[in-house]
């Protein structure tokens, strides 16, 4: 057993892949060479010749003693290790955010001047903290120069300009010829281009036109191939369709021929009349309720009861057709009114424009519309009906005056009177066309005051005009402004305010209250009035006392003042007092109520 052999056996030995690794061999050169800086081609080569010259012992003395002097200060140099990486994170960190915090400053600096480019490098913060745009940089004073540069670059500049100035002059020289012939027309182009500039500025922005030069130097009006001539407002007043009246031609004739100045106002009056009619279009579609309709290419709306008002855009040579009996003042005031509050109205939309914005909300606000035809109907209607009231009344103070019958009226004030608005009337510092126009779009009230026959009653009549809610037309409004007369007469028991939709209701009443208001006249008569009574306080009817069938009955109407007598013994009477009184010679009521009592 002694001679027995003794084997160890072990696994074969692998090499440690590690080892072979870039990361392993760059970290072991490190370790054992200092860095890569250090080693160079000619320190490998020396090593070399010492390795063969017998010092590889040394070497590796040396290497292994240094190795063991690493391990020794593994633990020390991973905390320096440790340490130094941490100070130089921190000192990156603070580079990175002064760096930043600079990158900041010089994009909100350059905000001001290039937006776009600074909102692609300023940090979020930055952006959503401070305004855009709210540093900004400018050169206070330039840099000093000294006086050797200065003069170098006056010389330089010098140099230039004569440079310049000689090739101009040998151009001008060369082309003298030429302009010579050109002067005659630019001064002939110049002069009618100043003459527009001087006289005509207010046609800038009204409309795009270009002037072209002729061969002669002359320039005309191109409007483009889509123009198809020039329009205007043609306003008629129509009878059953017989032409009563129509606004005035044209002050410009129809032709191409004309100076450039004349053309211009030509051009300026047809675009202000085409977007006249267009808005006058627009608005005719709220106001059929007051019938007013467009048949065709005409805008339509009634003037008295058998004519109408017709307005309609035509060419500007269109000619007119022949007037029968009538004038065109209707037509040349409804015309005039039209334009004047389009000019009205720009000006309105300028003011509403240059005020701050209302709130954003989630309706939309309504679509605007020009107030160019609603004033003319009004006005229209309001005089129509001023005129008819002031007929009703002129009638019935003919016949009470021929009834020897006091009666009196006094219009105290009208929208349509226009003389409080002239120059010499005005007080207030508003201007006489804003005077004007407050007047044409305001809804139009007239008063009259009426003055009964008996003294004792006085009533106040407004007439109101509006096409839009409640009116919708015109209302009259009777009131009772002072009475005196007993509180069991049938007016003091009457309503302090009443209103009346038209002119027959109107005229209904007011006869009616009249003859109310003459029996009460008959009545007071000291030597008449004690003999009689009134049938009752709704009736215009006296009756004697003690003799029912003695009567008179006082009626007003559309023929005059009438009284009725009827009694025993006696045939009915009956006598009528007309606008001049000719049936009865000239006498009063009160004589022909004698002669009937006697």
């Known amino acids: 057993m002694a001679d027995q052999l003794s084997i160890s056996l072990r696994a074969w030995p692998q090499q440690d892949k590690t080892k072979e690794s870039l990361p392993y061999l760059i970290a072991r050169i490190n370790d054992q060479k200092g860095s890569f800086r250090n080693v160079t081609e000619a320190s490998l080569e020396e090593e070399i010749r010492a390795a063969e010259a017998g010092e590889a012992s040394k070497v590796e003395t040396a290497e292994d003693k240094e190795l063991i002097e690493d391990g020794q200060d593994a633990k020390m140099k991973g905390d320096e290790l440790s340490k130094a990486r941490e100070e130089i994170i921190k000192q990156i960190s603070a580079a990175h955010t002064a760096s930043s915090h600079a990158l900041d400053f010089v994009s909100l600096l350059l905000s001001k001047h290039a937006p776009k480019a600074a909102e692609a490098t300023i940090s979020p913060f930055v952006k959503h903290t401070v305004p855009m745009g709210s540093i900004g940089a400018e050169i206070m004073q330039e840099p000093n120069r000294s006086e050797a540069e200065k003069t170098t670059e006056e010389m330089v500049g010098l140099g230039w300009r004569m440079q310049s100035l000689t090739r101009s002059a040998d151009s001008l020289l060369r082309s003298a010829s030429r302009l010579e012939q050109e002067i005659g027309r630019e001064t002939t182009h110049w002069q009618q281009v100043l003459a527009v500039k001087e006289t005509h500025a207010e046609f800038r922005d ?101 004519s109408h008002v017709e307005v309609d855009l035509v060419a500007i040579d269109e000619e007119q057709g022949a007037l029968q009996d009538g004038d065109s003042f209707i037509s040349e005031t409804i015309a005039m009114t039209l334009r004047i509050l389009l000019s009205y109205a720009h000006r309105e939309n300028l003011n509403r424009r240059s005020q701050p914005p209302a709130p954003i ?79 044409l779009v305001r809804p139009h009230t007239s008063h009259i005051t009426l003055h009964l026959p008996s003294n004792h009653i006085t009533f106040k009549l407004s007439i109101n005009t509006s096409i839009f809610p409640p009116t919708f037309g015109t209302s009259f409004i009777l009131s009772t402004v002072s009475s005196s007369t007993s509180s069991d007469s049938a007016i003091a028991k009457m309503p302090q305010m009443l209103q009346f939709p038209t002119v027959d209701k109107l005229q209904k009443h007011l006869f009616h209250v009249v003859a109310l208001d003459i029996t009460s006249v008959l009545l007071a008569t000291p030597d008449f009035g004690a003999a009689w009574i009134m049938v009752s306080p709704y009736q215009a009817e006296l009756v004697r006392k003690g003799k029912r069938r003695d009567k008179i009955a006082v009626g007003v109407g559309g023929e005059g003042v009438r009284v009725e007598w009827s009694g025993d013994g006696k045939e009915t009477a009956s006598y009528v007092w007309l606008e001049p009184a000719e049936e009865v010679g000239g006498k009063g009521l009160m004589d022909v109520v004698r002669e009937f009592v006697l």
Not at 235 to 254: D, Y
Not at 385 to 410: D, G, I, M, Q, Y
Not at 420 to 427: D, F, G, L, V, W
């Open 206 to 306: 009204r409309g795009l036109a270009a002037l072209r030069r002729n061969q002669d130097g002359s320039i005309r009006l191109d409007r483009g191939p889509r123009w198809q001539g020039d329009k205007k407002l043609r306003v008629r007043l129509l009878q059953k369709g017989k032409l009563l009246g129509t606004n005035e031609q044209s002050t410009v004739p129809n032709d191409d021929d004309l100076p450039l100045p004349q053309l211009l106002v030509r051009a300026r009056n047809s675009l202000f009349d085409e977007e006249l009619y267009h808005e006058m279009n627009r608005e005719s579609r709220n106001l059929m309720n007051q019938e007013v309709c467009c048949i065709g290419d005409a805008i339509r709306f009634p003037f008295n009861n058998d």
């Open 361 to 439: 909300a989630e309706t939309s606000p309504p679509q605007r519309f020009c107030s160019l035809l609603r004033p003319i109907p009004e006005i229209l209607q309001h005089d129509s009906a001023v005129k008819a009231t002031r007929t009703l009344l002129t009638r019935l103070k003919r016949a009470l005056t021929a009834a020897n019958l006091p009666f009196s009226t006094e219009e105290l004030s009208s929208s349509l009177d226009f003389s409080e608005i002239s120059p010499t009337a005005q007080k207030t510092q508003i201007s006489t066309i804003d005077t004007l126009l407050n007047h």
